[in-house]
């Protein structure tokens, strides 16, 4: 797979996981002390409650402030693996469908996409063991499958490995390289 193409895969996800962890930093080390309560020439428990109640309603509108960049960058990321030629999917380790736009979904024969535990589906032991050599060798795998939504057409397939943020591999990654599936 081209450089390019896999930047374009996991730049946007590097990207949303930054932004992410930087909301969650910036929320963590906002703390109200007892001294700005007195500031506000109030008695210190008066003021420590609407100290406490004005940081509730802060971290609240920053909690809805997070929430709706997380649903946009998770928009954003929908179409990005939309708008991939060929078929895109992720499964986790347990084979349990994570994402997939619709020419995987369709390559795959399936009805509706997330959720799936793929496994337990007819067809899918090719794509199971390709799985399987990709994870042992931790290493990127081409190989050459029928999908199950589309017998008889061998395509060509590369799996990549998912870490995790502690370097765990977290699943697998498909590309079938197919412009359109009948």
């Known amino acids: 797979m081209p450089l390019q193409t896999y930047l374009w895969l996991v730049g946007p996800l590097v990207l949303f996981c930054f932004v992410l962890a930087l909301s969650v930093r910036r929320a963590a080390h906002r703390r109200v002390t007892l001294e700005m309560a007195r500031t506000r020439g109030r008695s210190s428990e008066a003021g420590l409650a609407s100290a406490m109640s004005d940081a509730l309603t802060r971290l609240r509108g920053q909690e809805l402030a997070h929430q709706a960049r997380y649903e946009a960058l998770a ?38 996409a997330e959720g799936q535990v793929l496994w337990t589906l007819d067809g899918t032991e090719p794509l199971r063991r390709v799985a399987q050599e990709c994870l042992q060798r931790m290493a990127r795998h081409d190989a050459t499958v029928v999908g199950p939504g589309a017998p008889g057409t061998a395509v060509p ?26």
Not at 88 to 110: H, K, P, S
């Open 75 to 112: 928009g954003f990321m929908e179409q990005v693996v939309e708008s991939l030629p060929g078929g895109v999917f992720v499964l986790g380790r347990d084979g349990n469908l994570r994402i997939a736009n619709t020419e995987a979904v369709r390559w795959l024969g399936l009805s509706r």
């Open 157 to 182: 397939v590369t799996v990549m490995p998912l870490r995790a943020a502690d370097g765990d591999v977290d699943g697998v990654l498909y590309l079938v390289h197919v412009e359109h599936v009948a």
